[in-house]
């Protein structure tokens, strides 16, 4: 049975760091790529970020240049640096892989919601003023 589960989640104030994790399990075979996503209530899932081999990552614009992806598949976790945290940064995070070769984008380079077929259940950023 696939695995993902979230960590790291929190309250935060503006200009502050976190780092989130995620940790799978259950693969019979290696995710191919591996992402990040948002959603605040009653919005669309939001693209945060990927990685794929070779550390090929992809970035929503919104994040570029403040949060970092990272994998270690040594110990089947995924990690997500977050810098300089804006309000709008507030959302429930939740991982997500995929064992298929290849990756989606969106125009602007962010991960689409519907290239994942595993999901974790979600950890909450809170960043406030």
């Known amino acids: 049975q696939v695995q993902l589960v979230e960590s790291g989640g929190g309250s935060v104030q503006a200009g502050g760091s976190l780092t989130l994790s995620c940790v799978t399990s259950g693969f019979t075979q290696r995710p191919y790529r591996m992402a990040w996503f948002r959603q605040l209530s009653g919005q669309e899932r939001e693209g945060v970020a990927l990685?794929?081999?070779?550390?090929?990552?992809r970035y929503a614009a919104s994040v570029i240049g403040r949060f970092t992806i990272s994998r270690d598949d040594t110990k089947n976790t995924m990690s997500l640096k977050m810098n300089n945290l804006k309000l709008e940064d507030t959302a429930t995070y939740y991982c997500?892989?995929?064992?298929?070769?290849?990756?989606?984008?969106?125009?602007?380079?962010?991960?689409?919601?519907?290239?994942?077929?595993?999901w974790g259940q979600g950890t909450q950023v809170t960043v406030s003023s």
């Open positions: 997500a892989a995929d064992t298929r070769v290849g990756f989606q984008t969106t125009s602007a380079g962010a991960p689409v919601a519907h290239d994942y077929t595993n």
């Open positions: 990685i794929a081999p070779s550390n090929i990552t």
